[in-house]
């Protein structure tokens, strides 16, 4: 069964640092690209970040890293000076199977 799980979310202050953790299973992690994706309520779900199978991978304002690492079949989000408006739940994706979803985890930035 395929599955991907977050963890690491929680609240942090204007200017902290989070590092979400995404932990896949059921598929041959090592061959597909992984996602982190965002969303608040009443809007869509955003974009943030990814890394290819080889790690080529993009950023977020140059603020937020994507990672991985395979041995551990995990693909991370580093997040670094983060502002109210980065409140959200984060979301892992991968596209194995048509697409599969984690079950999200909540990042909350409060003073």
């Known amino acids: 069964q395929v599955q991907l799980v977050e963890s690491g979310g929680g609240l942090v202050q204007p200017g902290g640092s989070l590092r979400l953790s995404c932990a896949a299973s059921g598929f041959t992690f090592s061959s597909y690209g992984m996602s982190w994706y965002r969303q608040t309520p009443g809007k869509a779900r955003e974009f943030i970040a990814s890394i290819t199978s080889s790690n080529g991978r993009t950023n977020y304002e140059g603020r937020f890293t994507v990672y991985r690492d395979n041995g551990k079949n995990t693909v991370y989000l580093q997040m670094n000076n983060l502002k109210p408006e980065d409140t959200a739940v984060y979301y892992c994706?991968?596209?194995?199977?048509?697409?599969?979803w984690g079950q999200g985890t909540q990042v909350t930035v409060s003073s």
């Open positions: 994706y991968c596209s194995v199977r048509g697409g599969v």
